[in-house]
């Protein structure tokens, strides 16, 4: 049974940071693409940051504040979010696959999903 458990979301002030985990077992634990997708109210679910073979992929308007990274020893993918904005305010889903074929920030790439942790950016 894969699994992937998010934690580490929360309530901040703008420009503060925050740091995202994601804890993966059973058959997502051996996924070699995992990213972070985001959903705010209202909208589509966004990818934010993959990571897969050695890239990171980052959406433009995430680009320099937050990163990725991940540890295989501890099956657990990371998101560092610095710089907060209150436009970042959202639920925050990790995912993950074994494979890749196309767009890597899209959500119909990954197989694998996680409940979510909420991030609020307030200014």
């Known amino acids: 049974q894969a699994q992937l458990v998010e934690s580490g979301g929360g309530s901040v002030q703008a420009a503060e940071s925050l740091k995202l985990s994601c804890a993966a077992s059973g058959a997502a634990s051996t996924t070699m693409y995992m990213g972070w997708f985001r959903q705010a109210p209202g909208m589509e679910r966004e990818g934010v940051a993959t990571i897969g073979t050695g890239v990171k992929t980052y959406a433009d308007s995430v680009e320099g504040r937050f990163t990725i990274s991940r540890d295989n020893t501890k099956n657990t993918l990371y998101l560092q979010m610095s710089s907060l904005k209150p436009e970042d305010t959202a639920m925050y889903y990790c995912?993950?696959?074994?494979?890749?074929?196309?767009?890597?920030?899209?959500?119909?790439?990954?197989?694998?999903w996680g409940q979510g942790t909420q991030v609020t950016v307030s200014s």
């Open positions: 995912a993950a696959n074994t494979i890749c074929f196309g767009d890597r920030l899209s959500i119909l790439s990954y197989k694998y």
